[in-house]
């Protein structure tokens, strides 16, 4: 070999190394369908849509991820601020369920809506409108920390069912950086509605104070145990998260004895109640699974009001009663035992028993709020029932965690009982339900069940709802992300742990018909994420003013959602 030819081959050697150290980054963009509601990402064992986490190489760069009813799916746009362009988001043909319509046309400060299914030409037009967001980098709020899911009964069930590369694209889809980055899932300790029946531990012998046959998991929960030891592997993760709560105690230890219906806790069995939390504490620790946090139960006003409208497991708590519960019972037993340190949140309930559980809660016991770290709230009335109530509990408790602990659609008797497929309007509601929550001081969220059939199922009660990803039960060899999967993506996904809320100023909505809203953070290295949803048929402009860059304007097109990172 002459010496110009080793050179080259050491040059190159070195441009193939500094190459590979390189990560590069995976896009593997949405198989679109359409559907009977919008349309939605098709995976199957050979493919399934994928985007590595963007990276800000230098000062100048900004990028803008982006989804879109039309179609968009974590589409990136990349600009550079150092031009003073601004950035424009190209949308899919627009379309829409109520009129077909040919396009929307952008000239330079109007749209136009050009109908195709009218002979004569017609066009609507409107004002393109412009926001200003100032986006105040110094005012800093609280961090964001906890992203998941659950692992229902039902979720293990479906999941065991499918083959094992379809398993594990729903496992990296959820947990994976390159899917959406969850770091939590929420299960239950015993069954609980998403589950093929009630159970729970020990429900023989009855009568059984010492627990003594509660010596091992329940095979179900050895399933899903296995389940997320996969899931880790296939995420990378090294830490999973696990927040548990549970439904109901074996109907022995209720006044109703039954699974469901008006029931409470028998005085007599509350220690045993507390040390059947230890116990699963304990033998989840034995298999490598630690729990992360415990509530202290789940929806306890299901067994005191709710049992009209809920046939599933449930068991009643006053807050008068639960607090003594929790600080006599629960509270010491966990805080003196090995597992001292897990986390425990209160009332698991929905947005309307605040703040007035934990005012009770107080009044019944003075010391049992101390044992609480957190807050926890399921959103089902969010839509009714405003923050308020919420803000109102942080400002009486400010050190607490808060947490949305559930979320699904389709529980109304207004609203579709299952997957609404492709539905965009789904996804809009859990944009403007994360936005408002994260708004108003929430660490983190936990949504329900991870996955459900295309029935929305199966579960003991046929209740039915949808979820972020429906599997294809019949099938088996494909399942669908919703628009839901991304809505929630444009936050988990971008938001890393000790990523911490900033301030953001709408300072102008431009009329009644402009619906944007926006949330920010500043995420563990120092860079921006802005989450920006546009819920009008009508493309928008954007005019960042950020306290430290300065301006930065956006053109968003209509029913889009986008989480704008820059240093
Ligand atoms: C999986 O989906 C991809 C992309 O649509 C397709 O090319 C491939 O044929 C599908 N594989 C199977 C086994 O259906
Ligand atoms: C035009 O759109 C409207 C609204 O969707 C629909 O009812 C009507 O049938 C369409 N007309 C034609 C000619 O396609
Ligand atoms: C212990 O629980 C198992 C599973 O529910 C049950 O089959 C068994 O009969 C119980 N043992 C006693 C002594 O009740
Ligand atoms: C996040 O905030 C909560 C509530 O204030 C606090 O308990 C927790 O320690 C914080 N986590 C981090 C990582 O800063
Ligand atoms: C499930 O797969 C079957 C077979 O490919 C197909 O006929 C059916 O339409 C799929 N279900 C949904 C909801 O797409
Ligand atoms: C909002 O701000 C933009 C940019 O300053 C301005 O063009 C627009 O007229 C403002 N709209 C209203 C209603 O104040
Ligand atoms: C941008 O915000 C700064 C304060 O952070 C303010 O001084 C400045 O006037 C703002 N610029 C515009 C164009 O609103």
Redesign the pocket.
Known sequence: MKFKEILQCFLFALIAGVGASQEIQVEIPCNLRETSHGSVCVCNSTYCDYLGQPELTDNSKIVVISSSKDGLRFKQTVGDLSSGKPIVVEDQPFTDE???ADAIVVDENRAWLQLS?ISQRLFINSPVSTVRISVKREKRFQNVSVFGGAFTGTVSHLLKKLPTELQDHIYKSYFHPDGIAYNTIRMSIGGCDFDLEPWAYNELPRNDKKLSNFTALDPRDLQKIEQMKRLKTVAKMDELKIMAAAWSAPTWMKSNERWTGFGTLRSEYYQTWANYHLKFLELMQAKNMPIWAISTGNEPLNGVIGFFFVHFMSMGWTPWQQAIWLNDNLGPTIRNSAHSQVLIFGNDDQRYTYPSWFRKMRSSRGNSLSYLDGLAVHWYWDELIGPQTIEQAHTEMPDKMLLNTESCIGDKPWQTHGPELGSWQRGESYMRAYTQDFRYNFNGWLDWNLVLDEQGGPNYINNFVDAPIIVNASSRNEFYKQPIYYAIGHFSKFLPEESVRIETILENQTNLFTQLSVVGFQRPDGSVALIIYNGQNLPVEVALNDSQRGAINLRLPPRSWHTVLYK
């Open positions: 109520n009129f077909k299914n």
